[in-house]
């Protein structure tokens, strides 16, 4: 009966400990354990994938040669942080996989030391974690907020609500108001009172997610004045694709729409120079019959 009891312990050990190993093994980070060189103890198949390299190559590298240069820097920087403080540290790299030059991603690290009963460092536990997607989003989202910022068109963001959220300094510039100034106000601040009806419209529209390209109307100033703008409007979704908001785009046509009416004025000025003067052949025949 002992025995039996025995053989269920260690069956019992042995799935426990299959399970943890799986779990280790196939966990979406990458594991491994260091010494206080970087060279590698232990690793999962994780971060053998993620280095497109067996784990048994792995072991007794080192880590440093799956780094690009400035990477390298920084994780012997983050060595002498853990080892300087002896607290969890982390630092971000960029990954080189075996054998590549070119092939790369970003990685979030996240070490940790451990020491014997005696106070002795015996090694270093660290997490690999894949961030390209996130870095790339992230970049993605910096080159929009600078072209955003830098951007000649009055681009703003309202809430349903219909309060200004967002103001860039295209907007600063068109319409006269800073930031400080503008947000969190109602976006009729902006629209002409013989305008607010054809924008109710436009704004239930978009709501309803439709868009809503090269619409010419007017928008108010600082200054009290009216300026034609060209308006593209467009829903603004959240992560759930639910509609929390609009964003438009003006541009400040004023220049334009005074040229097609300075146009306008010409060719009717033109037509009616035209017209006099082929009434004027007309006149003088007519004067010229009541002479004979």
């Not at 103890?41 to 040669?65: Q, V, Y």
């Not at 929009?144 to 951007?151: G, I, Q, Y």
């Amino acid at each position: 009966m002992q025995n039996e009891e025995l053989r269920k312990t260690w069956v019992e050990l042995e799935e426990s400990r299959q399970k943890f190993q799986d779990l280790y093994d196939f966990a979406p980070v990458g594991y491994l354990s260091m010494d206080e060189k970087g060279i590698i103890i232990e690793a999962n198949l994780t971060l053998a994938d993620l280095l497109d390299i067996k784990r048994e190559k792995l072991i007794g590298k080192a880590f440093i040669l799956f780094m690009d240069y400035d990477s390298r820097r920084k994780f012997h920087k983050h060595l002498n942080q853990i080892l300087e403080t002896k607290t969890k540290e982390i630092c971000e790299l960029k990954i080189k996989k075996q054998g590549s030059e070119e092939i790369s991603f970003d990685a979030y690290m996240e070490s940790i030391p451990m020491y014997d009963d005696e106070g002795n460092l015996k090694m270093l536990r660290t997490i690999l974690t894949d961030i390209t997607e996130r870095k790339n989003a992230e970049l993605s989202v910096a080159r929009l907020a600078a072209l955003v910022k830098s951007s000649e068109d009055a681009i703003i963001g309202v809430d349903l609500d219909r309060r200004i959220q967002s103001w860039n300094l295209g907007a600063q510039k068109i319409y006269g108001y800073s930031a400080e100034e503008i947000l969190d106000k109602d976006v009729n601040k902006l629209i002409p009172s013989h305008c607010a009806e054809a924008e109710t419209v436009i704004l239930n529209s978009v709501e309803k997610s439709e868009l809503t390209k090269n619409y010419n109307t007017k928008r108010s100033t600082k200054n009290k004045g009216e300026i034609d703008v060209s308006l593209t409007m467009s829903p603004i979704l959240d992560a759930d694709g639910k509609i929390i908001g609009t964003s438009s785009i003006s541009r400040d046509i004023t220049h334009v729409k005074n040229t097609e009416r300075e146009l306008e004025e010409y060719r009717k000025n033109l037509e009616k120079q035209v017209e006099n003067r082929t009434k004027q052949p007309e006149i003088a025949n007519k004067k010229a019959e009541k002479c004979d």
